[in-house]
Every structure is written in C-alpha cells, then in structure tokens.
C-alpha cells in the first residue's frame, strides 16, 4: 500500500488544531504544530504534502510563515486557516501561493475536499518535477554526446590537416626540413621568454602549420629561381589567409589560426596581410616571424644562397625593430644558432 500522504498541521489553538486531527487522521499522516517556530522546525527536519496554517497566531505571523514554507520547498501545497472569511487575508495567501483556506469553525466536507484538492496537486507537481529531472538528465546526457562527437570531428579535421602538412612535405623536402627548424628555433625562443608550457604547445603547432596555406599556391611560383614579379608575390601573400582559413574551422586551434595568419606581419607594420604593428601583432606570429626568417636565411632557396651565421646575426640587428620585435631580436642573438650551413 502507497505511504499515507504527510499533512502538518499549524494552530496555536488547540481546539481546531484537534478538530483537524478527528477528520483527517483516518486517512493521513498528521502532525500538528502549536506556534509558528515548531512549525518551521519540523519543516527542516520532515518532507510533508500539505501544510495547513492558520493566519493569526501569536508568534509568526501566518501569512509570513507561508512565504517561508514556499520559500523552503516550493512545491508543499499550504491551505489558510482563518476565523472568518476576509477578503483581504484571503487574497494576499492566494497571492503568495496559498492553495485556498478553510474557515473556524470546520466543516468536515470542506475540509476533505481542500485537502484532497491540495494532496492531487502535489502528486501532480511531484510528477512534473520528477519528469523534469529526468529530462535534465537526458539534456546533460545529449550534450556530453554532442561536445564529444564535436571534438570527435574536430579531431578528424586536425588529422586531415596534419596529413596535408605530410603530404606537401613528401613534395618538397625543404618545406618538410624548413618546418622541423622553425618549429625548434620557436620553441627555443619561447623558452627564452619564459613562455608556459601551454603557450609553447599553440607555438608548437603553429609553427608546425604555419605556412599550410601555401598548399594554395602554385608550385612553379613557390620553386622558382628568380625573384618573383608583382602578381606572383601578390598570390604568395596569400598564404598566411589560406593557412588561417584551413584551421579555422578546428576550434582548439583559435589561437593558432591567429599566429598562422599573421607570422608575415613585420614590426613596423608595413607586413601582410593586414599591417599590424608591434604588439597587435600576437606575440607567437612575432615569435614565429624571426623564427621563419632566420631559418630561410640559413638555408639554400630557389633565388638566394645560404647566409653564414655572422650574416643572419648582423640581417637580425639591422631589421630590429623594422621587421622583427626588437625584444625578440635580443634574445634569438642569445641562442647558439648552427654554425654550418643547411640546404
Ligand atoms: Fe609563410
């Protein structure tokens, strides 16, 4: 059999306190409450149905009472006691959340059918609520499966990308050389700068990734020997916005597309693609920037033959603050840089 339904009932008289106790208690669980703090003590100890609360007593006020009940567990159902019917008590219970009132002295029908009327309403918020909590569940549940397929996509996505890395590296083996250098004299300045270990990863793999975006350009522009004309530079600044593009789609990789996207902006601001300038220039693209050029000076390219050391060392000096983050350029002339040439 279901538990009887738990009703409390509140009334610093001890007649009608008695008189509910008579008609309900056949068919309910009944405690009564003589004053308004007993009232709330057993409130904060027991779960109950229905409170029916008379509206003067002499400590708290009833109506006050109410407020607290509605406040502690909104969903406990509170039926009004008063001596006569005023209209104004009665309207400003109703207002707060009262489901109706019963006047002294009690009429047992009237009783039963309130109570009743109350205990349905409870049962049906009961079950509304318990379907809410289960559709919270499911809701969290859905969510948790959809950020994990998210990142399950976003994944592939960097897989794919990491692939076309690999691939344009198996084309052209100074491409896939280039990019270890640059990815190891990044890290080493990083390091310099007292980068975090978190920092020095987005550098990682933005160096990885940076020039991606020349997969968008045309081979013979890249290997061409002689310096390139106006329009075919103009289709190789096209690049960083290529690469940024590629990766912008992997949400972990934002800050990466941003160094992507600007590792050709020069200090003063005269780079590309949009001519930032010092420090709005992210700091990972500054990084990268002397990274990227002090390797392709001391490498052999289709137009240039390699610098020595001592020449990268004076080119650094003579564009600090011009190309490169004069700060930066202080601590690259700090690190030991290969003293042979790389082809
Ligand atoms: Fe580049």
């Known amino acids: 059999m279901a538990k009887p339904s738990r009703i409390l009932v509140v009334d610093d008289e001890l007649g009608p306190r008695e008189a509910l ?7 309910y669980e009944i405690s009564t409450a003589q004053n308004g703090h007993q009232a709330l003590d057993y409130l904060s100890k027991n779960e109950f149905d229905l409170v029916i609360l008379d509206i003067r007593m002499p400590d708290v006020n009833g109506i006050d009472l109410l407020a607290e009940v509605k406040k502690k567990v909104p969903e ?5 006691i008063t001596a006569y019917a005023s209209v104004d008590t009665a309207a400003s219970a109703l207002r707060l959340g009262a489901l109706d009132y019963l006047i002294k002295p009690f009429d047992r029908k009237a009783v039963m059918e309130v109570v009743e009327k109350g205990l349905s309403r409870r049962a049906e918020s009961r079950k509304i609520r318990s379907r809410l909590d289960e559709l919270q569940l499911a809701n969290k549940t ?6 994990k397929a998210f990142v399950n996509i976003q994944r592939h996505y960097l ?29 080493l300045l990083g390091a310099e700068l007292g980068l975090s270990a978190g920092e020095i990863d987005v550098l990682r793999q933005a160096a990885v990734l940076h020039d991606i975006g020349k997969i968008g350009v045309p081979e013979q522009i890249l290997r061409k020997p002689e310096h390139l004309i106006s ?6 600044r096209q690049h960083p916005v290529i690469g ?12 990466v597309v941003q160094i992507v996207l600007h590792h050709h902006e020069r200090f003063d601001g005269t780079g590309y693609p949009d001519g930032l300038k010092g420090a709005e220039i992210p700091l990972g ?8 050029a002090v390797d392709a000076m001391l490498s052999d390219r289709p137009y240039a033959r390699a610098r020595t050391v001592a020449e990268v060392r004076e080119e650094l000096r003579r564009c600090s603050g011009t190309q490169f983050d004069p700060q930066l350029v202080k601590i690259a002339l700090k690190i030991d840089l290969p003293s042979r040439r790389i082809t």
């Open 244 to 255: 940024a593009e590629i990766i912008s789609p992997v949400r972990f990789l934002s800050e």
């Open 76 to 80: 406990t159902e509170v039926v009004m």
């Open 231 to 236: 329009e075919e530079f103009d289709i190789i």
């Open 285 to 292: 693209a500054r990084i990268l920037a002397v990274a990227d």
């Open 159 to 187: 897989e794919t990308v990491r692939s076309l890395v690999a691939a344009i590296d198996a084309k052209d083996s100074y491409t896939k050389s280039h990019q270890e250098r640059v990815v190891m004299f990044a890290m």
């Open 21 to 27: 106790r008579l008609i309900l208690q056949d068919h």
């Open 142 to 147: 859905l969510r948790r499966e959809i950020e």
